[in-house]
């Protein structure tokens, strides 16, 4: 059974800056492509940022410069570090995990840590 866990969420201010990680179990990180998906109240799931098995990334417009995703060899772990917060990027943060796209997620979904921007 696969199981997602994400950390790092909370309450920061605008300019500020946080780092989520996700820590997987029942798969194997390095043979998909994982992703991070956000959700603003009201509005839909959008993808923030996904890497593949290579390396290679895919950021949504709104956060190419200011947020970076890595997976480090050998740790079952993919993280988000997110810098130069804006009040716009509030929103629940999901890991997700076991799609072979980096533009559409998988079927495995991580619980969801909330992020709030606000001063």
């Known amino acids: 059974q696969v199981r997602l866990v994400e950390s790092g969420g909370g309450l920061v201010q605008p300019g500020g800056s946080l780092r989520l990680s996700c820590a997987a179990s029942g798969i194997i990180v390095s043979i998909y492509v994982m992703g991070w998906y956000r959700q603003a109240p009201g509005k839909q799931r959008e993808l923030v940022a996904a890497i593949t098995n290579g390396g290679s990334t895919n950021y949504a417009d709104s956060v190419k410069g200011r947020f970076t995703i890595s997976r480090p060899n050998a740790k079952n772990t993919v993280y988000l570090q997110m810098n130069s917060l804006k009040p716009e990027d509030t929103a629940v943060y999901y890991c997700?995990?076991?799609?072979?796209?980096?533009?559409?997620?998988?079927?495995?979904w991580g619980q969801g840590t909330q992020v709030t921007v606000s001063s």
């Open positions: 997700n995990a076991g799609s072979s796209s980096i533009v559409s997620p998988g079927n495995n």
